[in-house]
Every structure is written in structure tokens, then in C-alpha cells.
């Protein structure tokens, strides 16, 4: 079983960037799909992007059309750790994003089997 911790969110300003990182242990990332999905307050989970690697590979590699163009998800297999450079922050990202791991490559929050406990990024206007 995975365990997942998130770190980076803060307060930034409409667009600015903020890396956020995911560190991975008890398993090898390479094992699942790995995501970003952020809730804000009084909405309900949205899938912001994902990736899989199998060894050098990249086998999937996805994004919501919010954030194209503007987030980038990388991952470091040999350190465990899953990130999400975020640039041109608009104040509709603010939000808790989790990172998540599970089997299905898919944009779907529910089949995302485990979750880190969250980090908070604020986009002031």
C-alpha cells in the first residue's frame, strides 16, 4: 500500500506558479497511475491530470482542459516523488490538491485508490 504526502501549496498571486510535490512510500509509482485532483470549497472533486510511467516509458498522460497549457505533471521514479509545476495561476485554481495513486488510466477521482492528505493553494485576484 502507498502512502502519500503532499507539499508547496501556499498564497500566491493570479499569475504566479507554485510547484507542488507528492513524495511516495511503501510502493514504486511506477505501479500506478499517478494524480493531481483538487477540490474547492463546495464543489466536487475535479481530475486536474495524471500520468503513468513503465520504466522510460510514458504509457499515459493526461489533463483536464482547465489547466492545459498552464499545469505540468512530472514524476522522478527513482525518487518516488510526483509533481505539478503550475504556472499563469488563475484565481479559479484555488483549491486543495491531492495527490493520488490507482490502477485506471482514467480522469475519474473515484477510481484513484489512494490519497494523500491534501495541500491548500490560494490564487488571490
Known amino acids: 500500500q502507498v502512502q502519500l504526502v503532499e507539499s508547496g501549496g501556499g498564497l500566491v498571486q493570479a499569475g504566479d506558479s507554485l510547484r507542488l510535490s507528492c513524495a511516495a512510500s511503501?510502493?514504486?509509482?511506477?505501479?500506478?497511475?499517478m494524480g493531481w485532483i483538487r477540490q474547492a470549497p463546495g464543489k466536487e472533486r475535479e481530475f486536474v491530470a495524471a500520468n503513468k510511467w513503465n520504466g522510460r516509458s510514458l504509457q499515459y498522460l493526461n489533463y483536464a482542459d482547465s489547466v492545459k497549457g498552464r499545469f505540468t505533471i512530472s514524476s522522478d521514479t527513482s525518487k518516488t516523488a510526483v509533481y505539478l509545476q503550475m504556472n499563469r495561476l488563475k484565481p479559479e485554481d484555488t483549491a486543495v490538491y491531492y495527490c493520488?495513486?490507482?490502477?485506471?488510466?482514467?480522469?475519474?477521482?473515484?477510481?484513484?485508490?489512494?490519497w494523500g492528505q491534501g495541500t491548500q493553494v490560494t490564487v488571490s485576484s
Open positions: 493520488a495513486a490507482g490502477r485506471a488510466s482514467n480522469h475519474y477521482p473515484e477510481t484513484y485508490e489512494y
Open positions: 511503501g510502493g514504486t509509482i511506477s505501479s500506478y497511475v
